[in-house]
């Protein structure tokens, strides 16, 4: 009967962890996580959030590759470049309306917004090229600055937007 008290207190005397000392380590490792986290948000706010655009001046090729009268759409730039007769310019293929991509209707003569139904003039006569003919749009669409570069190429800027008619001739 001795022995077996012996064994029970050698027993007793290491039962691993107690209650305190749980709550103390889950306590620690709490506040450690919590540091953690506020370190990498830290950091996130820290560390510069820089959002590289593509410029807004596009290349649009050469002059000669578009044919008198015509409307050709450059969706990755949002740009229609026009070849009129006075010469060309480029309007913004953006809708005023609520910022759809246009899309020319070569069988209307039109620029038409296919969310809402916005349709714009390019090359009837007696109408300004890019004028709201009808739909909710509350402007016509933006006639962005075109002009000749040095070496013969078509420049656009799309964040300078200019008066209707002026156009670039070649």
């Known amino acids: ?26 306590g620690l490792g709490s506040m450690g996580i919590a540091a953690a986290g506020t370190a990498v948000f830290g950091y996130q706010f820290l560390s510069p959030n820089v959002l590289y655009e593509p410029s807004p001046v596009v290349n649009m090729g050469r002059p000669e590759s578009y044919q008198l009268d015509s409307v050709t759409l450059d969706v990755d730039a949002r740009i229609f470049v026009i070849h009129a ?23 209307l003569g039109i620029i038409a917004c296919p969310c809402h139904g ?11 090229p890019g004028e709201k003919i009808e739909g909710p749009a509350p402007r016509p669409l933006p006639w962005l600055r075109m002009w000749l570069s040095d070496d013969g190429e078509l420049m656009v800027d799309r964040s300078e937007d200019i008066r209707p008619l002026q156009f670039v001739r070649v």
């Open 1 to 26: 009967m001795a022995e077996e008290k012996k064994e029970r207190i050698q027993t007793d005397a290491n039962p691993g962890i107690d209650r305190r000392e749980f709550f103390v380590r889950m």
């Open 118 to 128: 916005s349709k714009f003039d390019v090359l009837q006569a007696g109408k300004t």
């Open 85 to 107: 007769k006075e010469g060309f310019f480029a309007l913004s293929a953006v809708c005023t309306h609520l910022g759809c991509l246009t899309a020319w209707k070569p069988d």
